[in-house]
């Protein structure tokens, strides 16, 4: 079935540091997958994303890399800052296209 | 311009009691979409409704919940009945277009629900 997944539950790093948030998948077939930043209390919001046919793309600071022949993919935020501190998710689109499917996180947490 | 509204943003209710939320998405979109979120868990999607019509509802209970989306005013998600374990996180998100899931797909800040 469809299901996505982190590998860390929680991460921590200090100010400055590169950090790198780790998701894998399991259906072969998805083809469009989005990194979420969740801060408490509040909704998801959009980081990046990436289709299949790419293999990395860059945003301001945050880079996703999508590795299908082990249906792998990574978030990488550049010199986290402590505002980057927040639950981070990935998610797959449903097969039908109309809706996401969310991993379980991994918690930033992030020290000065 | 409003993001996605959701209230109230926290609800108490009692087991056996009805528990509605409701959802006002973005000026300009008239698609939403319902998810669940339990504590430690990623959101888990329930329902996508347009003006009038419920387009895919694989992830609602199959008892006691129900969607609408009525051609006036919000999309008001109800449960009827509550028990503890529908203590949650209810999310709404909103699109312009169908199959928009990218940075058009914007998120409320969700209702937190508590049964006692």
């Known amino acids: 079935g469809e299901s996505v997944g982190l590998h860390l539950p929680t991460l921590s790093v200090q100010e400055g540091d590169n950090s790198i948030i780790n998701c894998a998948y399991s259906n072969s077939a998805s083809d469009y997958f989005i990194w979420y930043k969740q801060e408490s209390g509040k909704g998801p919001q959009f980081i990046i994303d990436i289709r299949s046919n790419m293999d990395k793309r860059q945003g301001q600071r945050v880079t996703v890399l999508l590795n299908k022949t082990v249906k792998h993919l990574s978030l990488q935020i550049a010199a986290t800052q402590p505002g980057d501190s927040a639950v981070y998710f990935c998610?797959?689109?449903?097969?039908?296209?109309?809706?996401?499917?969310f991993g379980k996180g991994t918690t930033l947490s992030v020290s000065s | 311009n409003a993001g996605v509204m959701q209230n109230p943003r926290h609800l108490v209710r009692r087991r056996g009691q009805e528990a509605r939320l409701r959802c006002s998405p973005m000026k300009g979109h008239s698609h939403v979409y319902w998810y669940r979120q339990l504590p430690e868990e990623g959101l888990k999607f329930m329902v996508y409704?347009?003006?009038?019509?419920?387009?895919?509802e694989s992830g609602m209970p199959k008892e006691r919940f129900s969607a609408e989306f009525p051609k006036e005013g919000p999309s008001i998600l109800r449960i009827q009945q509550v028990v503890r374990g529908d203590s949650a996180a209810y999310f709404c998100?909103?699109?312009?277009?169908?199959?928009?899931?990218?940075?058009?797909?914007?998120f409320g800040s969700g209702t937190r629900l508590t049964v006692v």
């Open positions: 998610a797959e689109r449903n097969q039908a296209g109309t809706a996401l499917i």
């Open positions: 409704l347009q003006k009038e019509n419920i387009i895919d």
């Open positions: 998100a909103s699109s312009e277009r169908t199959g928009d899931l990218n940075y058009g797909y914007t």
